[in-house]
C-alpha cells in the first residue's frame, strides 16, 4: 500500500463518484437482507493522488421502498465499532420496524478497521525494549504500525473517516443523509454534518460525546461514570430482592457478586464498593446508625484492596481480572437491557454458561483478533487527535490497576487519562471543531442520566456547539435509540420523519428484562 506521509487536511474529495464494487458480506453480517459494498479513497485527502485504501460499507435497503425517506448513516461508536457488526447483524441494534421499512440503513466501516484497509499493528516487527514497552506505550504503537502499514497510521483521524462517509455517500448517488450516531458515532456524525451541512438531513446524536474532552478527558470522565452505573446496578438487584434474594441494600448485593468473582478468580475485586446503609451494620453496631454505616463507607476502598492482596498473597498468581462474572459485569454496566439476566447468573437462578470448549479454535482467535484490531485503532485515533493535558497524579492508579491488582473498572480509564496511552508521541491533528450552524435541521439529540460513558454532565459540550434539542432519558445505559426503549424509539422515528420531537423528557428503559450478554 503506498500512502501520503504528510497529513494535511482540509481538501474536500474529488468530485467524481467512486466505482462500489458489490461483494459478499463478511461473517459478523448475519441479516440476510444485506448488501455489501466498498470503494477506493484517497488515503489523505490532502494528497488524492499519493495513494488511496479501501473502504467498506454494508447497507439494509429499506423494506417498503414506496414508503422510503432516505439513507440513515450510522455508526456504533468506539472508536474502533464495527459498523458491519452493528448494520448487518440481527444480534446487535434492534432497529425499530418503522425505521427498517423507510430507510436504507448505511454503516461504513471506519478505515484501521477490517473490512475497510486495516491497519496492522502487529509486534512481531517491533524492537521496543521492555521498558520502552511500559513508558512510550504510543510510540511502540505507533512505531509497530509504521512497522507494517507504512504512512498510514497518520490518516487515522475522525476527520478522514467523515470524509470517507462523503465518499460513500457520493458513490451511492444520494444528495442528502440522515445520520444517527451512538456515542463515538456522535462526534464523527457531528463532523460529517460540519464539513457538509448541504449533503446532511437530519442529525441524531445519541449519548452525546463532548469533543472538549478529546480524549484524554472522555476516559477521566468515566472512572466515576462506570462506578456510579455499578452502583445503579446492585441498587436494582437490591430493590428486586424477593427475585434475586442477593441482599436487600446495594452493598449487600455487591458482596455477593464479590464472593462471586473470587470463587472464580481467587480474589475478589477493587472497584469501589457502593456506600453502606443502616442495614448493612454488623449485628449489635446497629445503635451506631448512619455514623457507623458513613464509616464503613470510608473505609470500603482500603477494606476491598486489603482483601484483593490477601487473596493474592493466599493463592500465587489469582488475579480477579480471571473472573468471567468480572468481565461480564463490566460489559453489562452500561446496558441496563442485561442487567436482569447478570443478576440471576450472579444469584445462580439462570447461570450464563462458558463451558471450555464450546467455541471453536478458529472462532476464538478470530474474536481475539478483532478485539486486539479494534483496540489498537482506538488508541491510534486517541492519541493521533488527543488535544487533552495528562493527568500524572493518575499514573500510580495506572500502575496499580494494570499491574497489581488486574482491576478493569479502572485499567482502561487510568491508562488513557494518565497519559501512559499515548506516551512517546503526539497528536497530529486537532479534532474538527464541530459546529451546526450550516444545518437546516436542528440535531436531536438524546442523554441519559446514568450515562456511564458519556456522562450527562458534559452533554452540553456537543449540544451547544451543535444546537441540538436535547431529551433527557431518566436512568442508567449507554445508548438509548434502537436499543429497546419504546419512548425513545417514537421520538427519534418522529424527528427523523418531521425533523420535530415534542418531548424534552423520557423514562429510561424498563429493567426487568432478558437480552443475553454478548
Not at 204 to 214: C, Q, R
Amino acid at each position: 500500500m503506498t500512502a501520503a506521509l504528510a497529513c494535511g487536511l482540509g481538501v474536500a474529495p474529488a468530485n467524481a463518484a467512486p466505482a462500489i464494487s458489490w461483494e459478499q458480506c463478511p461473517p459478523e453480517v448475519n441479516n440476510e437482507r444485506a448488501e455489501c459494498g466498498r470503494i477506493d479513497v484517497p488515503t489523505y485527502y490532502s494528497q488524492p493522488d499519493a495513494g488511496s485504501i479501501s473502504v467498506g460499507f454494508v447497507r439494509l435497503r429499506a423494506e417498503n421502498p414506496s414508503a422510503r425517506l432516505g439513507s440513515l448513516f450510522t455508526n456504533p461508536g468506539g472508536p474502533g465499532g464495527s459498523a458491519y457488526s452493528w448494520v448487518g447483524n440481527t444480534n446487535a441494534a434492534q432497529w425499530p420496524a418503522e425505521i427498517l421499512q423507510e430507510w436504507d440503513i448505511i454503516g461504513v466501516q471506519p478505515r484501521g478497521l477490517k473490512g475497510s484497509t486495516p491497519l496492522n499493528c502487529s509486534s512481531d516487527s517491533a524492537q521496543a525494549s521492555s521498558v520502552e514497552s511500559f513508558t512510550q506505550i504510543g510510540g511502540v504503537t505507533r512505531d509497530a504500525c509504521e512497522a507494517n502499514t507504512p504512512g498510514y497510521t497518520d490518516s487515522l483521524t475522525t476527520e478522514n473517516t467523515a470524509r470517507d462517509w462523503e465518499m460513500v455517500r457520493s458513490a451511492l448517488g444520494e444528495d442528502k443523509i440522515s445520520i444517527a450516531g451512538l456515542s463515538y458515532g456522535t462526534f464523527l456524525g457531528s463532523a460529517y454534518a460540519t464539513l457538509y451541512p448541504e449533503h446532511t438531513d437530519k442529525l441524531l446524536l445519541d449519548s452525546g460525546m463532548d469533543p472538549g474532552l478529546a480524549w484524554n478527558g472522555i476516559y477521566a470522565s468515566q472512572q466515576a461514570g462506570y462506578e456510579n452505573a455499578l452502583h445503579d446496578f446492585f441498587g436494582f438487584i437490591a430493590r428486586n430482592d424477593a427475585t434475586y434474594h442477593l441482599g436487600s441494600t446495594p452493598l449487600q448485593a455487591y458482596e455477593r457478586w464479590s464472593q462471586k468473582v473470587a470463587a472464580e478468580a481467587g480474589a475478589r475485586p477493587t472497584v469501589l464498593p457502593p456506600n453502606a446503609q443502616i442495614g448493612d451494620l454488623p449485628p449489635g453496631l446497629e445503635f451506631s446508625g448512619q455514623p457507623g454505616a458513613n464509616i464503613m463507607t470510608a473505609t470500603g476502598p482500603l477494606r476491598v484492596q486489603a482483601e484483593n492482596l490477601r487473596d493474592m498473597a493466599a493463592k500465587p498468581g489469582s488475579m480477579q481480572a480471571a473472573s468471567p462474572t468480572l468481565a461480564m459485569t463490566r460489559e453489562a454496566a452500561p446496558r441496563p437491557e442485561v442487567w436482569d439476566t447478570l443478576a440471576k447468573h450472579i444469584a445462580g437462578i439462570e447461570p450464563i454458561e462458558v463451558p471450555a470448549g464450546s467455541t471453536s479454535e478458529e472462532e476464538l482467535k478470530a474474536a481475539n483478533e478483532a478485539a486486539v484490531e479494534a483496540m489498537t485503532m482506538q488508541n491510534v485515533l486517541v492519541c493521533n487527535e488527543n488535544q487533552v493535558a495528562a493527568n500524572p497524579t493518575l499514573l500510580p492508579s495506572f500502575i496499580w490497576s494494570n499491574y497489581a491488582t488486574g482491576d478493569p473498572f479502572t485499567a482502561v480509564n487510568s491508562l488513557y487519562a494518565s497519559g501512559a496511552a499515548c506516551s512517546g508521541r503526539t497528536a497530529i491533528a486537532a479534532p474538527i471543531n464541530v459546529s451546526g450552524s450550516g444545518l437546516a435541521v436542528r440535531p436531536l439529540q438524546i442523554q441519559g442520566t446514568g450515562d456511564p460513558q458519556t456522562p450527562y454532565q458534559f452533554h452540553t459540550g456537543l449540544s451547544q456547539r451543535m444546537n441540538s434539542r436535547v431529551i433527557t432519558v431518566h436512568g442508567p445505559g449507554h445508548g438509548h435509540f434502537a436499543l429497546g426503549n419504546r419512548g425513545v424509539d417514537e421520538a427519534a422515528i418522529k424527528y427523523l420523519r418531521t425533523g420535530e420531537a415534542d418531548v424534552s423528557d423520557l423514562p429510561g428503559l424498563d429493567l426487568v428484562a432478558t437480552s443475553p450478554i454478548g
